[in-house]
């Protein structure tokens, strides 16, 4: 079984910087790609970014392209997200996935943790 969880959430001004982080458990021999997405009131969810978790290979949307790094801590089985120059229309949900394979759609994932609100304030 794997868990996630994410942390790091919260509100905050335009222009402003959070940083994510998501700790995993469990089995790690499926642990091919971790990834973060977002959802917001209406919408689908959204990928944002994905790093491998053997070779650090990263992907991003080209939304948050400069303004958003993840990164992942293969000792301490964690992957952050630093979020920076935030936008008002990056209010969202939050959350971290685990893959078996690269991938960068919502349905290659199969695990996901409970997610973490972003809101930020223009």
């Not at 910087?17 to 790690?28: E, I, M, N």
């Not at 650090?56 to 949307?61: D, I, P, S």
């Not at 996901?112 to 609100?117: A, R």
Request: proline share 2%; hydrophobic share 35%.
């Amino acid at each position: 079984q794997v868990q996630l969880v994410e942390s790091g959430g919260g509100l905050v001004q335009a222009g402003g910087s959070l940083r994510l982080s998501c700790a995993a458990s469990g089995r790690t021999d499926s642990r091919v790609t971790m990834g973060w997405f977002r959802q917001a009131p209406g919408k689908e969810r959204e990928f944002i970014a994905a790093i491998t978790w053997s070779g650090g290979r990263t992907y991003y949307a080209d939304s948050v392209v400069g303004r958003f790094t993840t990164s992942r801590d293969n000792a301490k089985n964690t992957v952050s997200l630093q979020m920076n120059s935030l936008r008002p229309e990056d209010t969202a949900v939050y959350y971290c996935a685990q893959s078996s394979r690269i991938a960068t759609i919502a349905s290659a994932y199969d695990y996901w943790g409970q997610g973490t609100q972003v809101t930020v304030s223009s």
